[in-house]
């Protein structure tokens, strides 16, 4: 879309391929994004002109919507598609749908796809931006951004931070996305939940192991506690959904045995009653719905951004002025 030449480069695949100025720079232009939402007119002129297509291939609530959202806020034109209702139901390749779209005159693709390396394997063969919005169990950048972005708002700070993410750590793209994220900006990072459900080899990404519910929030600024892919656990993952509960789901009983403030989040969708008990989820320790209102911020800061960010706001920024 713009050649390269962006504080971000042409795509955003994933946390793990940014620098922490890069990550920061999305922060900070997040910053001035929350405000639109607040306007009366939740509308800005920076990506007027520019097509965005939104290639889901599989289910989101959040994600999308917030996509869509953050590409309304800022006036580009959008195309939402699926497997359901595209030719991809017929057997249409991922790279001939982008082609397709492509001859279109399209100026960005934001994907979420069930395959690890989708949304690279898309940048790497067609002109427009990728935007990453979820590939199978490998990232999920945007998401960790809003996690970050809501946690520097709540405590001031990343660096020092210590957040432990709790729970299906195995197919969770959120915490490979956070645990990128989170130590380029200075955070120690745990993770916690069964064995099975740990991948080997996960400290080598930089976070460490923490055996036991307790001792995370003994150890913890935050839990992000993440969704059991319960799709995933006819595998035999968890001896039964009590079990699990019962071992790793966080209850406010965790909450009053804590000595100091615990930050809960979750990046959605919730199990209730496995993971997460309706009380923390909906309680004053909870940010959740926070997490929600960053995403639509953080992912205007990124569309933002990859079409070229400063140079459009010049352009935009008389008419911002008059209103
Ligand atoms: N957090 C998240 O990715 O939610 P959705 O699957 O609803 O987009």
Not at 94 to 103: G, Q
Not at 167 to 173: C, E, F, M, N, Q
Request: glycine share 8%; hydrophobic share 45%; charged share 25%.
């Amino acid at each position: 879309m713009s050649g390269g030449k962006t504080v971000l480069g042409k795509d955003l695949t994933g946390l793990d391929a940014l620098s922490t100025d890069q990550i920061r720079a999305i922060l900070d232009t997040a910053e001035p994004m929350k405000q639109i939402a607040r306007r009366r007119v939740k509308k800005v002129p920076v990506l007027r002109g520019k097509t965005i297509v939104n290639l889901f291939f599989e289910a989101s609530t959040r994600t999308r919507i917030s996509f869509e959202f953050a590409e309304k806020r800022l006036s580009a034109d959008t195309v939402n598609i699926g497997s359901v209702g595209s030719s991809v139901s017929k057997g249409e390749t991922l790279v001939d749908t982008a082609r397709n779209l492509e001859a279109m005159s399209i100026d960005m693709v934001v994907i979420r796809h069930w395959s690890a390396g989708a949304a690279a394997f898309l940048a790497a063969r067609i002109p427009s931006s990728v935007v990453n919005a979820g590939d199978g169990a490998h990232e999920h950048p945007t998401q960790a951004l809003l996690d970050i972005l809501t946690l520097r708002d709540h405590f001031g700070r990343i660096d020092g931070l210590k957040v432990c993410i709790v729970g299906d750590v195995l197919h969770s793209r959120v915490a490979r996305s956070n645990i990128h994220g989170l130590t380029k900006l200075g955070a120690e990072v745990a993770v916690c939940g069964p064995r099975t459900l740990l991948p080997a080899g996960i400290e080598e990404l930089g976070a460490r192991v923490v055996n036991g519910l307790e001792e995370a929030i003994e150890w913890a600024d935050a839990l992000n506690v993440l969704r059991l892919q319960l799709e995933r656990m006819q595998d035999g993952y968890v001896p039964s959904l009590r079990e699990y509960n019962r071992v790793f789901g966080v209850t406010s009983a965790h909450l009053q045995r804590a000595d100091r403030e615990l930050l809960i989040m979750h990046p959605g969708p919730l199990n209730r009653g496995v993971e997460i008990d309706s009380d923390v989820a909906d309680g004053p320790h909870s940010v959740i719905l926070r997490q929600v209102t960053n995403g639509v911020a953080v992912r205007m800061a990124v569309l933002y951004l990859l079409a070229g960010g400063e140079a459009l706001l010049a352009e935009a920024a008389s008419e911002w002025s008059q209103e």
